[in-house]
């Protein structure tokens, strides 16, 4: 009995290696950003005194809350935007019986195959003649063609919805609409939150279609906004690191106030 503290901590010992592999960049970084830039390539964390020179640097030459806001905006209306279209297809992929239903579900998840990449061209020719490059709309429609994972998780979870419910709903005169947004959506709400979260940190780090719909800082995210530290002359390895602390730091403070609910939304989900 006495042995199980021990192996109970020991079988822990895994878990905190994998756990500081994943924090060991980030903390790295951190320390990157406030080394004097004399000692900036030293292995020794503690080879000089900290300073916020790099991030006075990095604050100067970036917008740092316009860039913060443009990427919280796109991520937001995206996750949004997914959430509305995965859940109207789920319902209608799951709710209605019509030829072919397997085959148009097969198609849509087969769309998830297809690399972004390959759909950058017409995705920029479709924004560009609509006139909405340098635009949230431009940074946000093509994205919502992305919505296939979402279509799969949100209908694996309404294949399993209690027909019951529906069932009642009907006999008492509901319409589809109604049903769909009143009885539905709110018993689907920690699957709902889980894939938002996921969706919200993909297009928080999209790269490549920001940089092509955008030009300038006014509508570009951080992803693009950092590269400005990349020169010819070499990478400014200081700002850029402070930068990029300053970027993360707001999803890492609200993720430290709502990481129970979180949390419960993945395991309520059985996502997580």
Do not use: C
Request: net charge positive; glycine share 6%; aromatic share 8%.
């Amino acid at each position: 009995m006495s042995r199980r503290p021990g192996l109970r901590a020991l079988a822990h010992v895994p878990l905190l290696l994998i756990a500081l592999a994943i924090a060991f960049p980030v903390l790295w970084a951190v320390v990157t950003s406030v080394k004097p830039t004399a000692v900036l390539y030293d292995l020794n964390p503690l080879a000089a005194a900290p300073t916020l020179d790099h991030y006075r640097g990095a604050l100067d030459a970036l917008p740092v809350v316009r860039l913060v806001l443009n990427t919280a905006v796109m991520s937001l209306a995206v996750a949004l935007g997914q959430l509305t279209v995965a859940t109207l297809a789920a319902y209608g992929l799951t709710r209605y019986r019509f030829r072919s239903k397997g085959l148009a579900f097969g198609l849509l998840i087969g769309t998830a195959l297809v690399p972004q990449q390959a759909l950058v061209v017409p995705h920029y020719l479709m924004v560009s003649r609509l006139g909405l490059l340098d635009s949230y709309a431009g940074l946000v429609l093509p994205q919502l063609a992305s919505s296939a994972l979402a279509v799969f998780l949100l209908r694996q979870q309404l294949a399993a919805f209690p027909a019951e419910l529906i069932e009642s709903a009907q006999l008492a005169g509901a319409t589809d609409r109604l049903i769909l947004w009143r009885i539905v959506v709110p018993n689907l709400r920690p699957v709902l939150v889980a894939v938002g979260i996921v969706v919200f940190i993909q297009t928080w780090n999209e790269y490549l279609w920001p940089l092509l719909a955008t030009s300038g800082t006014e509508r570009a995210t951080v992803q693009v906004g950092l590269r400005i530290f990349e020169t010819e002359q070499g990478t400014a390895w200081g700002p850029l690191m402070a930068a990029a602390t300053l970027v993360a730091a707001p999803l890492v403070v609200a993720y430290a106030f709502a990481q129970r609910r979180v949390t419960d939304a993945f395991l309520r989900s059985g996502l997580g």
